[in-house]
């Protein structure tokens, strides 16, 4: 079965720079979440999607932005990178008018040096 | 801020051996997922519940909804290798006002099987 697709897999980039995410939900999914894990840390949850309108917000910076496309897929542009936004990033799908259960992608580890 | 707690942190087990860990609120919530995270991959969901006093089962996997809905229970029985990662568990922290809510996540149990 398909599942959620993210890239890039890994990044690296430099403090100030300037990040883009990309998330594929499962197809036929209409909501989308993003989340930021730490090092030993649970995922924090940090913004979603539904039917390409925000519908909620978590600990999300405000250097950060994302939205959803006409195609369900979004992404997680972030700015002024600092030291600790390195984390493991995880988009999740769910058909969010039917089910809580959301399914998540491998991940994009951010490093920023 | 956290909202959920589980425990034990972590436990280390012989392979073989059933697990039991659990997951409590101090809020009420109206739906618990359990998911399993290996090193730098994405959780995986095991069980969702959704009713309180209720049971499911996934293969060797069993959950419960507490009855007090601040509460739920994973059980692991005759445990293998593989089931070695982090176990959390999850859900929606109040009562729905919107699809794509918010998840909180419990801080994790990590479990170790030894050969």
């Known amino acids: 079965a398909a599942g959620v697709i993210q890239s890039p897999r890994h990044l690296i980039k430099e403090k100030r720079e300037t990040a883009t995410l990309k998330c594929y939900p499962i197809?036929?999914?209409?909501?989308v979440y993003w989340y930021q894990q730490g090092p030993g840390q649970d995922p924090q949850f940090l913004i979603s999607f539904y039917e390409k309108m925000q519908s909620d917000k978590g600990s999300i910076p405000d250097r950060f932005s994302a939205q959803q496309f006409s195609d369900y897929h979004s992404e997680l542009n972030m700015s002024s990178l600092e030291l600790g936004d390195s984390a493991l990033y995880f988009c999740a799908s769910s058909l969010g008018s039917v089910s809580y259960e959301q399914y998540f992608g491998p991940g994009t580890r951010l490093t920023v040096t | 801020g956290q909202q959920l707690n589980q425990s034990p942190q972590s436990m280390f087990i012989q392979e073989g051996e059933d697990v039991s860990m659990n997951c409590t609120s101090s809020?009420?919530?109206?739906?618990w997922l359990w998911y399993k995270q290996d090193p730098g991959e994405g959780p995986v969901l095991l069980i969702a519940?959704?009713?309180?006093?209720e049971l499911t089962s996934n293969g060797r996997l069993t959950a419960q909804f507490g009855i007090t809905r601040k509460d739920s229970f994973l059980n692991i029985s005759a445990s293998i290798p593989s089931d070695v990662g982090i176990y959390f568990c999850?859900?929606?922290?109040?009562?729905?006002?919107?699809?794509?809510?918010?998840?909180?996540f419990g801080p994790g149990t990590r479990l170790s099987v030894l050969p």
């Open positions: 809020s009420i919530f109206n739906t």
């Open positions: 197809p036929r999914h209409d909501t």
């Open positions: 999850a859900g929606p922290p109040r009562r729905v006002v919107n699809y794509g809510q918010n998840f909180v």
């Open positions: 519940l959704y009713k309180a006093g």
